[in-house]
């Protein structure tokens, strides 16, 4: 969900950032690798304030709710989603964008060319950000509040239940996750792979 | 009304370095040109400038008649360059050739039909299904040639079209070129030194020291071994 709300915006300034050159941009760049890699919980904290009832967003009454945690979820993608983008997008030739356009393809076209040709890295782009946000337990449970059936999610299910002893059920819970990135991952792989076999 | 491709007072500079200043020079349809110049002086940035895909310091390069649209910005759509060493992308052959007619739209009936007869025109029919990255370089660059052909360029930017290929290679690309020439396609191609593909131009500029001088340049090297292997190359096909 939060990945998907992120995603878009994300490549795109990933794309920016790779193909224009504006003064400062490699000011945005490394605030945008600083910030992928604060830990969960300082994001989980600095929304907590913001949204806690005396912070500047305390009116909308967001904190302890799920669109909190999606707010959260997206703070915690977006940095990884924009600087792995970024990365894909450095690592096309600039003759793809040249060859593109000479062959009749405006800008906006020649841009989804660049992004096909750059594909499997924006693929693994989106797991990398995937991954971080179900890795997560700090901001999911400071602005979420794991309130069962709620705003609880596996991460923080699997916390809950070790603190309260109950080992065999986080075992469970912690195979699940590992199964899905397990999945997610050769998923990518076995893509990548036909992709590069054909 | 013939397609003509005027630069006037072409300043390109890197850094405070310039690279050249070109007051004139005009392209007219049908000509063919051969653009020499040492490594480094700047061959590639000016045709990149001529085809529009980069900007000069100061200057114009206008080509006529105009057919802009909104969004095409400096590139005419009938002007097109190809890297010296082209890029292919990732995918087979056909759709490669086939990208720039898929852009301008029509049947995919029509498209099927002109992108089979650009594989045969480029001698790449029996590749059409490979991957474009698997092919070698002669290859490359007749499917460079091959994606150009199926717009019908008016005017053809060809950037060391030679440079990295083997004689064969080059005598199969020079066969390519003639045929454009005689299709009335407008070539410029840029080379350091005369070969197969360069003798069939008629006019010869040489950039060097960051000025453009007209001249006809006789080469007095005839490319006789070249042209004693040439019944191979149809026999090869
Ligand atoms: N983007 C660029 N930034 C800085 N210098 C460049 C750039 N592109 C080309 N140059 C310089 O311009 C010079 C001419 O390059 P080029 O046009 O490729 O020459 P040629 O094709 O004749 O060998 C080279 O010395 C190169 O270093
Ligand atoms: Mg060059």
Wanted: proline residues 4%.
């Amino acid at each position: 969900m939060a990945i998907l709300l992120s995603a878009i915006p994300a490549i795109l300034v990933g794309f920016l950032l790779a193909m224009t050159d504006f003064p400062g941009r490699w000011i945005v760049i490394a605030v945008f690798n600083a910030l992928m890699a604060v830990p969960t919980v300082v994001i989980g904290l600095t929304l907590y304030l913001l949204l806690s009832r005396s912070g500047p967003f305390g009116e909308m009454h967001l904190l302890f709710s799920q669109p909190a945690m999606v707010i959260g979820q997206i703070l915690l993608c977006f940095p990884v989603l924009v600087c792995m983008s970024h990365a894909a997008f450095q690592g096309i030739d600039r003759r793809a964008w040249e060859t593109a356009r000479t062959l009749g393809a405006h800008c906006a076209r020649a841009s989804v060319t660049l992004a096909c040709e750059a594909r499997f890295a924006l693929l693994a782009a989106l797991l990398a950000g995937f991954s971080r946000i179900i890795s997560e337990v700090g901001c999911s449970m400071m602005v979420g509040g794991n309130i069962l059936g709620y705003s609880r999610n596996i991460p923080t299910a699997i916390a809950l239940e070790t603190s309260k002893g109950e080992f065999a059920q986080g075992i469970a819970l912690g195979f699940v996750l590992l199964l899905l990135a397990l999945v997610l991952n050769f998923a990518l792989a076995s893509v990548r792979g036909k992709g590069q076999l054909v | 009304m013939g397609l003509e491709l005027t630069v006037d007072n072409l300043v390109k500079r890197f850094g405070t370095r310039e690279l050249f200043a070109i007051e004139q020079l005009q392209v007219r349809e049908g000509e063919s040109v051969h653009l020499k110049g040492e490594n480094g002086v700047g061959k590639t940035t000016l045709m990149k400038i001529m085809a529009g895909l980069e900007k000069p310091c100061s200057g114009t390069v206008i080509v006529t008649p105009k057919q802009r649209r909104w969004w095409s910005g400096r590139i005419h759509p009938d002007v097109i360059y190809l890297h010296q060493t082209p890029y292919v992308f990732m995918s087979k052959v056909i759709d490669n050739v086939a990208y720039g007619l898929k852009l301008r739209g029509g049947s995919r009936q029509n498209i099927k039909i002109k992108v089979k007869q650009a594989l045969v025109w480029a001698r790449l029919e029996h590749l059409a299904e490979q991957p474009a990255h698997s092919l070698s370089g002669g290859e490359r660059q007749r499917l460079a040639l091959a994606r150009a052909w199926i717009l019908a360029p008016r005017l053809l930017f060809l950037d060391e079209p030679t440079a990295n290929l083997d004689r064969h290679s080059v005598s199969t690309v020079a066969e390519l070129v003639s045929q454009l020439l005689k299709q009335g396609t407008t070539i410029m191609v840029s080379s350091h030194q005369s070969n197969r593909v360069t003798e069939l131009c008629t006019r010869h500029l040489l950039l060097e020291g960051g000025a453009l001088h007209e001249g006809v340049h006789h080469e007095n090297m005839p490319h006789e071994i070249d042209s004693m292997m040439e019944p191979q190359r149809y026999a090869q096909h």
